[in-house]
């Protein structure tokens, strides 16, 4: 990429800010302490882009030691074993998390399709109580309207779901920037370019800058949005900082890859550097909170948008109904969360506004369609609908249910225009797997007819379920190529 104009901002250099810091912590740990109150909290989100969830040590999955900072913040805070992404693709996603509505409801049924301007999102309604809401990194969420185009150049406000206050973010980052050199763009739409320092670090140090400014003595919401895990787009590659590169040469390989083709057998070792080098990047921000006080009322949370089945499961990375796609990692630490406990209830991409802001005591607005999973910490699980729906679309359209025994998924017959609806009024069962005989999910039940009673369940309860996230009725038909 070319350098960009002289216009761009000063940044300080990670050596100055690490070297001026020191003198200024104490003062400013005193006044940070003091920002929010406890029944305002401060909210940190730090976005990891497809990242698998059993990479995290803490779920006993993974044996090579990879996240021995999320591990801690798990062993510390409060971590759910059984979360579940709303749609496993990027803009929907993420979405869903901002605004506690499914896809189908939100709009954002694909990539390349704009946030609506004025929607109620966790920023705007956290922004509406006082708080001040900053977004570092990647956006996702601009389309450009009658197109399958991604806006890759700044955002206007308007367009920026409610973040109208620190803005230093890229829409489509991975098409922005390459590891070591790239822009994101500011409040005025002017570049942040860096050049020879590692993405993750960079973004990393702007988080810093905000965190020991005067920017965070107000109770603030800030979101960091980092690409990597992802990989590269245009080079298909996964790349970790040169520091980490070829660490893992030999790496474990997680039990659903291993009998099936993909692309993992060259990229895994690629993507577990990343993976470590993304919980290096998590404990620095928790150092950083613990040395400004900011610790004592910050939430911190942990999440990805989907997951990565190395294109086992179809021609890509995700966009499927497997366990490798829809299970992300969440974790939570801070007021109200420092309970050293695992939840294993499932929960959603949408429930995660809601439960943000009901931590902050705010009211839920009616918009929202998921729920505070708050009263799962007090093991408080009387009502709670132990299941996740969620929603597919670009592979296919599709959607489906995940509850703790089954992963049940039907699929729309591919007209000519299936790529550019995003519904059907017709789905066919194409996948059911059982998530206890079965959990890496390498025999699929569909259409057998020991299962067909719990297929009729699952399909009854799958039509339910789509109408309540779109309300539009469409009906959900057996597997089409039934056998005993």
Known sequence: MSEQPSTRPSLPSRRELLKTAPAALAGIAAQNAAAATPDRPNI????????RWDCIGATGLNPMGL???????????????NAICSQPVCAPARASILTGQYPSRHGVWKNAITLTPGVTTLASSLRQSGYTANH??????????GTDAEVLGPMPPEYRGGFLDLWQSSNVLERTSHPYEGDLYDNDGKPIHFSGIYRTDFMTDLAQKFLHSNAAKSPFFLTISYLEVHHQNDIDAFVPPKEYAGRYPNPWVPPDLRPLPGSWPSQLGDYFACVAKMDETVGTIRKTLAETGLDKNTILMFISDHG???????????????ESSIHVPLILEGPGFNRGIT??????????????????GLPVPASMQGHSFLPLLDR?????RN?????MSEFITGRGLRTPQYTYAAAAPKGADWKAVPRADR???????DNYADPYQHVNLAGRAAYAKEAQRLRARLTERIFEAGNVRASVDPCLFPYS
């Open 44 to 51: 940190v989100v730090i976005f990891s882009d497809q990242f």
């Open 308 to 322: 990565c089945h190395f294109k086992t499961r179809n021609s890509e990375y995700k966009r499927s109904p497997h």
């Open 427 to 433: 789905y066919v069962e194409y996948m059911m797997y």
């Open 136 to 145: 570092i990194g990647k956006w996702h969420l601009g389309g450009t309207a």
């Open 67 to 81: 996240t021995p900072n999320l591990d801690a913040m798990a062993a510390h805070g409060t971590l759910f074993s």
């Open 380 to 384: 408080k699980t009387e009502g709670w």
């Open 343 to 360: 939840v294993p209830e499932i929960v959603s991409h949408v429930d995660l506004a809601p439960s943000l802001l009901a931590a902050a």
């Open 387 to 391: 299941e996740a729906y969620f929603e």
